[in-house]
């Protein structure tokens, strides 16, 4: 059964870093791409970033620049190392795959698929 678990979660005084990982079961990147989301209070979800098995990224327009989604060798972790973070970044973070190879440009909400817990991370001014 395809899972995904977040960890990495916290709180960081605005402009300071993060770096989110995700863990990949049952599947690899070889197989389908893994995003990044998010959900802040009272916000629908978004989509953050996106990496593929082809190394392929996309992300984004909040956080291009200040983001970076990556895998560790064996393709069954995914990374979301945050820097520049500002308080609209405060959200709940989501690691999902829409069981689909490609990344999607920008990264948007999958209609289906499987979703990690979620880690919370906010930013204080």
């Known amino acids: 059964q395809v899972q995904l678990v977040e960890s990495g979660g916290g709180v960081v005084q605005s402009g300071g870093s993060l770096r989110l990982s995700c863990i990949l079961t049952?599947?690899?990147?070889?197989?389908?791409?893994v995003g990044w989301f998010r959900q802040a209070p009272g916000k629908e979800r978004e989509g953050v970033a996106c990496?593929?098995?082809?190394?392929?990224?996309t992300y984004a327009r909040s956080v291009r620049g200040r983001f970076t989604v990556s895998n560790d060798p064996a393709k069954t972790s995914v990374y979301l190392q945050m820097n520049g973070l500002q308080v609209e970044d405060t959200a709940v973070y989501y690691c999902?795959?829409?069981?689909?190879?490609?990344?999607?440009?920008?990264?948007?909400?999958?209609?289906?698929?499987?979703w990690g817990q979620g880690t919370q991370v906010t930013v204080s001014a």
């Open positions: 999902a795959t829409e069981l689909i190879k490609a990344c999607r440009d920008p990264p948007l909400v999958p209609p289906y698929g499987a």
């Open positions: 049952e599947f690899t990147l070889e197989y389908f791409a």
């Open positions: 990496i593929s098995g082809s190394g392929d990224t």
